[in-house]
Each structure stands twice: as structure tokens, then as C-alpha cells.
């Protein structure tokens, strides 16, 4: 499992870790019990179910989650998780970071921490942009509007470029 949300695979390709993943999928579940306005917390095993994911591990992500400030748990017999804040307050950074750290790294250092000499010196440019285009989609994403269908303008006039689907 990689240490940062956004990492370079050996071939080269960006790639969400499973963590993350399922992380996200978790919140969209809490925002969804959220939106229908029951309010009462949500059982792991009943999050677990709703997307397909693996119990145990779910429980550590939500562990993170919990120390990061994105859910809440309530002890006792319906006790569970529940956001901690709206779901329109929370964005996919925030659940990303929380259970990943940094959003990009390059060797596990955060991009503006490097420097590179000679023909590559402009890598370093090329690493913060990468970064500036993460933050782009994930901090504008809010959980409402994964939920809710709904994303952002911006967000969504990138999937209407004629490559977005292609894979190269």
C-alpha cells in the first residue's frame, strides 16, 4: 500500500491506493445517511455492505478518518460513525489526507522539498503543477457532491475533454 494518495507506480502511473479508495466510498455512504436526515451513526459492517468493502480493514481506515477530523464514532449498542462535520463541508482532500497524508509526494517528500540540477531542473515545476491539478479536483469535490451527483463545474468540464476516458 503506498504512503501517499497520489504515487508513482513503477510504470510510471498515477494511482489511488485502495485505502483511499475505500475511504472515500465510506464518507459517500455517511454523507448519504446524513442527507436522508436519520442523523443516528452508522455501523462499520452496514458501511461495509453498502459499497462491498472488506470489515476489517475498513474499520482502520475509519480509525484514521476519525483521528483526521473527518467522522465521529458513537460508542454503545447503536453506536457507529457519522461525519464530523456536513458533508458539504468536507471534501475529498480532507478524507484523502486524513487517511494518506500529503497528496502528492515524489519519494515520500512533498514536491516544493526537492530540488533537481541540470536537465532536470524543471522537474521540480512539473511536480508542483501535478500537485496544483490533484488539489484542482479534490478540494473542490465536497462529499455532497459525490453524493448528490452534482460536481463542479470545473470538475466536470474535465471530463469533456476528448481524451479524459482514453487510456493511453
Known amino acids: 500500500m503506498p504512503t501517499s494518495v497520489v504515487a508513482w507506480g513503477t ?6 491506493s485502495a485505502k483511499a479508495d475505500y475511504a472515500v466510498r465510506a464518507c459517500a455512504e455517511l454523507a448519504l445517511a446524513d442527507a436522508t436526515g436519520r442523523g443516528e451513526p452508522v455501523a462499520v459492517e452496514t458501511l461495509a455492505q453498502g459499497q462491498g468493502l472488506p470489515t476489517s480493514f475498513l474499520e482502520r ?3 484514521d478518518l476519525r483521528r483526521g477530523g473527518v467522522v ?3 460508542r454503545g449498542r447503536s453506536g457507529g460513525y457519522r461525519l464530523a462535520r456536513s458533508a458539504a463541508e468536507i471534501t475529498l482532500a480532507d ?15 512533498r514536491p516544493p522539498s526537492l530540488t533537481y540540477e541540470g536537465s ?3 522537474l521540480l515545476d512539473v511536480w508542483v503543477a ?11 469535490v465536497t462529499l455532497a457532491d ?9 470538475v466536470r468540464s474535465m471530463l469533456g475533454r476528448a481524451d479524459a476516458w482514453e487510456n493511453p
Do not use: F, H, K, Q
Open 11 to 16: 510504470m510510471g502511473a498515477m494511482r489511488i
Open 120 to 122: 532536470a531542473a524543471s
Open 146 to 154: 459525490l453524493v448528490g451527483g452534482e460536481l463542479p463545474t470545473s
Open 130 to 140: 501535478l500537485r496544483v491539478s490533484v488539489r484542482d479536483v479534490l478540494d473542490e
Open 95 to 109: 478524507v484523502m489526507r486524513a487517511v494518506e497524508g500529503p497528496l502528492v509526494t515524489v519519494r515520500d517528500e
Open 61 to 63: 481506515i475509519l480509525a
Open 72 to 74: 465521529v464514532s458513537v
